[in-house]
């Protein structure tokens, strides 16, 4: 047999489905495997450990975690025939809710860890090594994961951090319970640990995420007596962090959102004006079948009392269309409340049944077509607000925080407060900061602008 040629360290490949907390999860297992010697890689064909970090929330991403492991199965029999070897890790969502399954219908799986368990990647790792058979880890101890989690290395001037973690709200449509568990939140002196860390490596930006965000609760930091913090507590003792300029946090339930979060987005300069409220429809009888606990009426109301507080913020939203049951006359009531809300930004979806979720067994289930209709007519509604709003910000001048370099020399690319793309001519040394920028023109999926004058930024 002939041996590839050896090389200095391994590698690892980590390919990310989903939801922010899933990137943010990839992060904190690259960082576990970095003292075992990985060194992360761009492509799978180089990888000595290829980890698959999967999404459940809608069929069609859990089938492509299928279809990538049958690219996958190629590449390890071509490997293994020149010699060498690699292995295959399924985490994430669907290695929660398929686990066994998985490793029935993919046997060049080798390991299976649900989302809370991976902090134990580095001895799972040596556990398949030592016994060579398939490994499945999908049990839930999630304030284990949290105690044990490396401290991190930042990786640029915006970073996520998890403050919460799982779901009770049990909508019907929804897998999120099931793979995540029950609501957990991080102790409020283990976040400021992070962000203070993050913040001396230059992190300017921090989001805070949580499957409900806003649900975040825990007692005061230690040596602090009083009612346990929520979430608006928690921004303002973060905003309190030398170097951190700006606080984000996604995503939130309407139920929770309290007094102080809204008084928080009100007068917290730090905390940026842009919010992510999914209200999923806009029909009563819907958001009842869905199990949200809200109406549509509460909704808007609440819309309106953040928008008391914080004028200019820019408002993002989830949405279902073609729920069972869901009407001519529902879908209509959905797209009455996108025309009064009037979204920044928003993703939408066909509804996709769940197997284990209660809508997924519900009678009246909507055709394929009706749904596609809907979501066409759906989406033009919000394309046609994305742009408006976008187009609002011609003439503005916006501080914006450089992120990386652009496509074309000399170009960089940051972000508003309003979490829009902004491209900007600049040097390279404003990269990881803050400069103004007054906007002159849009593009489908960006700002562009000039950096202003001292002056004009002062004006
Ligand atoms: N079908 C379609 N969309 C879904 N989402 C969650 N579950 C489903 C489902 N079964 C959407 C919701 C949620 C977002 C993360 O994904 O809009 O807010
Ligand atoms: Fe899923 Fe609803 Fe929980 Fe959000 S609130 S994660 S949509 S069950």
Redesign the pocket.
Known sequence: MTKSRPKQGKSVFVRTYG?QMNVYDSERMTGLLKPLGYDVTAEPDDADLVILNTCH???KAAEKVYSELGRLKKLKTAKHKSGSDMSIVVAGCVAQAEGAEITARAPQVDMVIGPQAYHRLPELLARAARDSGDVLETDFAVEEKFDRLAEREADGPTAFLTVQEGCDKF?T????PYTRGAEVSRSVDAITAEARSLARQGVREITLLGQNVNAWQSAPPSGEAGAPWGLGELCRRLATIDGLERIRFT?SHPRDMDDGLIAALGDEEKLMPYLHL?V?AGSDKILKAMNRGHTAEHYMGLIKRIRDARPDIAISG???VG?PGETDEDFEATLGVVEEIGYASA????????PG?P??TMPKQVAEDVKDARLARLQALLESQRAEFNGAQIGKVLPVLFEKSGRYEGQLIGRSPYLQSVHVTAPQSLLGSIATVRIEGVTPNALAGKLTTNDEAAA
């Open positions: 939801c929330i809608r069929e909508c449509f929804c897998v999120v995503t999914p999923q989830d949405f279902i729920f993703y939408s979806f066909k509804y996709s049944r769940r979720t809508g997924s």
